[in-house]
């Protein structure tokens, strides 16, 4: 049986490319910081999109969203404009995020989230014909220098279904101390990969020995 990555890789390497990992020490400082906007325009820059973005943390989807989705883009129904043009530069796209996703969301789950939504964009720019389709979507990002980071975020799965957010564990830092470790831990909201972890290790390696 042909699995996705056998199935799509190659083909969406060639019209994508084969991209380094990404540099994660700004993406990293930012997310310490709290600063999740910051986190996802850098990951907007490193793939090279230009258009405006308008950011929204919500409680929950939309009608015709999935209810278990964490994140997801509002793309234009009828027009997206091509990739590099002008119209593409001045559009604003929204990006919506759930805002217990954020709060629980581990710094490999988050990033790894972002750069999924936005290779929607990214697929639905350039017109490919798999922009619909969440595997490829998944292999986009990856492609574009998040492989590492999606095999680490979906090892995270196997960690202990509680743990304290980033900016829990700044606050008590400030306020609480260890005291806080012990009482402000939160259920983890788990990121769904629409590849097996068995997939993406697949696919990273595959990146790895292509890449430029």
């Known amino acids: 049986m042909v699995t996705p990555v056998e199935q799509f890789l190659p083909q969406l390497g060639r019209v994508v490319g084969v991209r380094r990992e990404v540099p994660r020490r700004e993406l990293r400082e930012l997310y310490d910081k ?30 015709g969203v999935s209810k278990k989705a964490v994140a997801w883009v509002a793309l234009p129904e009828k027009y997206m404009p091509p990739y590099g043009s002008k119209e593409f530069r001045t559009m604003c796209i929204t990006v919506s995020i759930r805002h217990s996703f954020m709060n629980t969301a581990t710094f490999e789950e988050f990033v790894t989230v972002v750069a999924h939504e936005l290779s929607h964009i990214v697929l639905d720019s350039i017109g490919h014909v798999w922009k619909r ?8 990002a990856m492609l574009l220098g998040y492989a590492e980071l999606y095999e680490e975020a979906s090892s995270s799965h196997l960690r202990s279904m509680y743990f304290a957010s980033p900016f829990e564990t700044c606050w008590k830092k400030q306020l609480f101390g260890w005291c806080a470790r012990i009482f402000l831990l939160r259920r983890r909201m788990y990121t769904e990969f629409y590849l097996s972890r068995e997939e993406i290790a697949q696919a990273a390696k595959w990146i790895r020995l292509n890449r430029r």
Do not use: C, H, Q, W
Not at 43 to 58: A, E, N, P, Y
């Open 34 to 63: 709290g600063d999740y906007k910051g986190v996802i325009n850098a990951v907007k820059r490193s793939m090279g999109l230009d258009m405006r973005l308008f950011i929204v943390r919500t409680y929950k989807a939309p009608p």
């Open 133 to 140: 389709y969440e595997p490829a979507v998944d292999l986009t």
